[in-house]
């Protein structure tokens, strides 16, 4: 709730305590919430952003504005004068244990200055030096002298001065402003009291004046004295008291701490603002975890599936095998039984015995073809074994790889080879009789039919072998934008600290680098020459003209590697040492993996705990835990 402006009149500055007594009575009648639903709130700042206190913050706002720059109004700060007595009252249960203890008010006695006494800011003491006869003028007014003389007080300046009316040197050491400043200037003027040479003995001309210096702490008479000294104090200094040289100190905290509040709350603004973008970034990672279950269910199905279509295949292969060897046993058989049959027949004359010896010769001939039918059977029969040997290691291969193409491949293969096996069998067939045989017309026939079948199923597999290409095409652009989308969501947030992070492929390590540096140089040194020599060699890694690789292997097994003979690398072996030249030959690995052509680094996600590339689901898996890292913490 704030105070508005037309309901009240102007207040001078000289009124705000008095004006203050009326919103601190309507703060105790509660007309002005200060504590809301558990949180403390500025009932009179309600249009700033920041509207949730904790309580020193909240003391520190109001004790900021009361005692504000002169932007604030007379009314403001009388309102924020009073909500600071009002937390003070009324609120002080609710403030926090303090860090930290508050700063000790300097005390004085009866022999210290006191507060009220007039003194040149910033402080300074005065030493006067008489000339003795001995002494040479030139020395005494040698200022470097002086400060090497008085370094115990650690003043700042010291300036010599020539007093021709005392025919002394006078000696005026400036110290800095701060309370320290205050101590080594009270320090000095004590010693020299202790010494009795204080400025009452120099007045009175007590003591030995030829042979002794005396010393003070600049105050107001001095600052209006006659001579050198008095005009470098009233050009150098100020007169100041204790007290006003406090109140002011007192104010500058104040405005560091209402500045302090205010970047307090654009700081809080800001952490609002990555939490929505943290959460966003979550929500997305979600979805495509989700994304990614459903594609790997579908994936499972249609393996399973597949590898059931295979095993029928192959049943039904066997058994076709089984069922023709029986069929051509059976045939067999039949033939040598009409042979024996015509054997114990007699011919009782020549044109029998010529018919005989024709069919003998006829079933001699189709025994033969039976034979040679026989024996290409067995030798189809182990090609079949073989290629269904084959196919199952075929199989136990892809399912070890988890490729569903190579399952669809190996029975697209076995359709054709039973389809080969068929053709083989028609001829076969053919040569068992003639055109008129209507038993051998109608296998025929069947078999032919069976090819046909054979044929539609292997399109049908082609067509399916397709799709399932299609499939995985879509799935492997899918899991590579979730990559891409993952890398430019975590780049900035994660890094070598953690487990999985983003790793700038073929980007130099700087690590191997400044070691040898620290080897050779100083501390200081050694991270320029790092840094300078890391440098060189990553532009040397995106000379394309640059290719220390060569081929070893041959055939499909042939890969490239880096060329441990190449000039540039031996030399820097030899310069800087194996462990450089390894860091060098790291990068020129990832770089030609990555990206050969344009040879810059190039992101990805990597498992800096085992040093190798990290699949999709360490990621997910990584980004889930730490996000219920965080919320622990935040409970």
């Known amino acids: 709730m704030g105070v508005s402006s037309d309901e009240e009149s102007e207040i001078s500055e000289s009124e705000i305590d008095d004006y203050s007594e009326t919103p601190y009575l309507l703060l105790q009648s509660g007309k002005y919430k200060v504590k809301v639903n558990g949180m403390l709130r500025c009932p009179f700042c309600s249009g700033k952003k920041k509207q949730d206190y904790k309580y020193k913050e909240l003391m520190a706002h109001a004790s900021g504005v009361s005692k504000g720059s002169a932007s604030r109004s007379a009314k403001q700060k009388a309102n924020h004068l009073a909500l600071a007595k009002y937390l003070q009252k009324e609120l002080a249960g609710d403030a926090e244990p303090l860090p930290r203890r508050p700063p000790v008010v300097p005390q004085f006695n009866e022999s210290e200055p006191k507060p009220g006494d007039v003194y040149v800011w910033p402080w300074m003491g005065i030493i006067i030096s008489p000339l003795k006869e001995s002494e040479d003028k030139e020395a005494l007014l040698d200022s470097g002298c002086w400060l090497k003389e008085l370094s115990r007080f650690k003043p700042v300046e010291v300036n010599a ?41 120099w007045m009175e001309k007590r003591g030995d004046s030829v042979s002794k210096a005396y010393g003070w702490c600049a105050r107001a008479e001095d600052y209006h004295s006659e001579g050198p000294i008095g005009e470098y104090l009233s050009k150098e200094g100020k007169l100041r008291t204790i007290s006003d040289i406090s109140q002011e100190k007192a104010q500058d905290r104040n405005s560091v701490l209402e500045e302090l509040s205010d970047i307090i709350a654009m700081t809080n603004e800001d952490l609002n603002k990555v939490q929505y973008s943290y959460n966003k970034t979550a929500m997305s990672l979600q979805r495509v975890l989700d994304e990614k279950k459903t594609l790997h269910e579908a994936y499972a199905n249609e393996t399973k599936k ?47 015995r010529h018919k005989l010896d024709e069919e003998k010769k006829k079933n001699d001939a189709m025994n033969i073809s039976l034979q040679l039918a026989s024996h290409e059977q067995k030798k189809a029969d182990e090609s079949v074994l073989r290629l269904v040997e084959e196919h199952k290691r075929q199989k136990e291969e892809a399912l070890s790889k988890i490729l569903q193409l190579e399952t669809q491949l190996d029975t697209k293969q076995t359709l054709e080879m039973e389809i080969q096996e068929l053709k083989g069998k028609l001829q076969v067939m053919k040569h068992l009789g003639d055109d008129d045989d209507e038993a051998v017309k109608q296998k025929m026939k069947e078999m032919n039919d069976e090819l046909e079948d054979k044929k ?9 072998n397709s799709a399932l290409m299609t499939k995985e095409r879509q799935s492997n652009d899918e899991i590579q934008a979730a990559r891409k989308k993952l890398i430019a969501g975590l780049t900035g947030l994660l890094g070598a600290e953690t487990d999985i992070g983003v790793k700038r492929m073929g980007e130099l390590d700087e690590k191997p680098f400044l070691n040898v540096c620290k080897k050779r140089f100083s501390e200081d040194e050694a991270t320029v020459e790092a840094a300078t020599l890391c440098s060189t060699w990553q532009e040397n890694l995106k000379d394309s003209s640059w290719q220390p690789f060569k081929r070893e292997g041959t055939g499909d097994k042939a890969k490239e590697v880096v060329d441990e003979d190449d000039e540039q690398l031996k030399k820097l072996k030899g310069e800087w040492g194996e462990e450089v030249h390894n860091a060098v030959k790291t990068a020129l690995e990832e770089m030609n993996e990555y990206n050969a052509s344009g040879r810059y680094t190039t992101p990805e996600l990597w498992n800096f705990k085992v040093g190798r590339k990290a699949t999709l689901k360490e990621v997910i898996n990584f980004i889930s835990n730490d996000i219920k890292t965080v919320k622990r913490k935040r409970t």
């Open 161 to 201: 001065f020539w007093v021709e009316q005392d025919l002394v040197v006078g000696v005026v050491a400036k110290f800095n402003s701060d309370w320290s400043g205050f101590a080594s200037a009270t320090e000095l003027e004590k010693e020299f009291e202790s010494e009795g040479c204080s400025k009452k003995e």
């Open 456 to 464: 539609s199923e292997l399109e049908g597999l082609e067509q399916m």
């Open 306 to 352: 597949m590898q059931q279509m295979s095993i029928l295949s192959i049943q039904k292969i066997l058994n076709d095998k089984e069922r023709l060897s029986n069929e051509l046993e059976k045939k067999m058989q039949k033939l040598s039984e009409w042979s024996k049959a015509l054997d114990k027949k007699e011919a009782l004359t020549e044109m029998e």
